[in-house]
């Protein structure tokens, strides 16, 4: 028998918007290394416009404002979860991984 926790399924839902094009006048010579630079990395130029304009707006953060890991875990609420003890954990990843 399957344990109740390893037999959720997750279904998933992307949500796109719609883009809008934007002409902008570039030199020449410039135009020519980001067209190199973007198929090197395997990047659209206007996934590299985008990204740019992200981090340009993006507001940054002060040092002061920053939280550490071990801070920001100590703050996070603590397990509520119940699990049965004597669950196999091992058994029933490969029943369920078999019956599929």
Known sequence: MFS????HEFTYAYIFHMKK?????LDENLISEVK???EA???SISSMVEDYFETLLRPK??????VSLVEFVKKMPENQA???KDIDWKRDYYLRKGAK
Do not use: C, G
């Open 36 to 38: 190199k630079y973007a």
């Open 82 to 84: 119940e699990f049965e």
């Open 41 to 43: 990395n395997e990047i």
């Open 4 to 7: 109740k926790y390893l037999a």
């Open 21 to 25: 094009p934007l002409n902008i006048s």
């Open 61 to 66: 953060r002060s040092l002061k404002e920053k």
